[in-house]
């Protein structure tokens, strides 16, 4: 399963106020994700290939700041990095994407200018693409992600790589691979997080549901160095 392309969003040093680096700003899940974080009080620093795609609502916001690079922008996204504290991502690969692994090389970058920069915490965007040794067998759930791995085989191996990225180089990091299944534009934010199988979890989630884990966890530090699937209760 392959998400929308989108950039990545962090949040500044701050002991009341978190300043947090979004990845994925200007993707519906991005938007809603920025929209999460400043509703808790957080600053956000917005890096985005496409900034002008931003509503002006988070372009004006007193606690946004935006930084525009590529993914591959070593010098920009490194300026987007200093003083945050946690980097949010909703970077996913898209269907039309060439061929290779260009997200994951992008993680490997991020990854490695967090650690220059004495950034710990990640959460990333991921789907039940990336597997988990705490996942079960799911019918549905198999369907749906050989039908990506044959349909949009380019993208699942992009996926799959991110999520080999983040536990290999993010090893010494405080990440969170927040996996999503059929995404929905639904204003529904509930939510519950398990794994594949686990007769919790199921195959849809409102992308609202999504921000609001991300920033949830966030605060609550209940699954660093894990793999959620978390989908509609």
Wanted: hydrophobic residues 40%; without cysteine.
């Amino acid at each position: 399963m392959s998400p929308a392309p989108t950039e990545w969003t962090a949040p500044p040093k701050a002991p009341s106020s978190a300043r947090y680096a979004h990845e994925g700003g200007t993707g519906a899940a991005g938007g809603l994700l920025i929209q999460e974080a400043l509703a808790a009080s957080h600053t956000v620093v917005i890096y985005a290939r496409s900034p002008e795609k931003l509503p002006e609502q988070y372009r004006a916001h007193p606690r946004v700041t935006i930084h525009k690079g590529q993914l591959d922008d070593r010098e920009a996204f490194s300026s987007a990095l200093k003083d945050v504290d946690a980097v949010l991502s909703a970077l996913g690969p898209s269907l039309s994407q060439p061929k290779g692994t260009p997200l994951a090389h992008a993680y490997s970058l991020i990854i490695e200018l967090m650690k220059m920069h004495g950034v710990r915490r990640l959460l990333a965007l991921g789907t039940p693409s990336i597997t988990d040794p705490n996942d079960k067998f799911s019918l549905q759930m198999s369907i749906i992600i050989t039908g990506v791995a044959t349909l949009a085989h380019t993208a699942y191996e992009d996926i799959v790589a991110i999520g080999k990225t983040i536990r290999t180089q993010g090893d010494d990091l405080d990440w969170t691979i927040v996996r999503v299944p059929l995404l929905s534009g639904s204003d529904d934010k509930s939510f519950v997080a398990g794994y594949v199988g686990d007769g919790k979890t199921g195959i849809r989630l409102a992308r609202a549901g999504f921000a609001s884990f991300v920033v949830q966890e966030l605060e609550n530090n209940e699954w660093v160095k894990k793999a959620p699937l978390i989908s509609f209760p």
